[in-house]
Nanobody, 110 residues
């Protein structure tokens, strides 16, 4: 019910934009977020946005990534990309159950 898109290959210093759209039975979303799972590591929170527009970021992406969206979509504008940003990015939504989208691969080359 969450459709993510926008991953791909970028060079260090470049930009990518991820999109996530909720549809179907998902309603009354309170928070949407992006998680990242680097190779061989656990999935971790990258950024979140509440229905009121409150945003949070993990320290490593502050000043480089921007999360935005509305009631059923979330975007992650990623800039000044670094090789350590590489991973599979997952969209998540709380409505109030937790929903996951399929992952989208982001690869940053040095």
């Amino acid at each position: 019910q969450l459709q993510a898109s926008g991953g791909g290959l970028a060079q260090a210093g470049g930009s990518l934009r991820l999109s996530c759209a909720a549809s179907g039975s998902i309603s009354t979303i309170t928070v949407m977020a992006w998680y990242r799972q680097a190779p061989g590591k656990q999935r971790t929170l990258v950024a979140s946005i509440s229905s009121a527009g409150t945003t949070t970021y993990t320290d490593s992406v502050k000043g480089r990534f921007t999360i935005s969206g509305d009631k059923s979509t979330a975007y992650l504008q990623m800039g000044s990309l670094k090789p350590e940003d590489t991973g599979v990015y997952y969209c998540a939504a709380w409505a109030p159950n937790l929903y996951w989208g399929q992952g989208t691969q982001v690869t940053v080359s040095s």
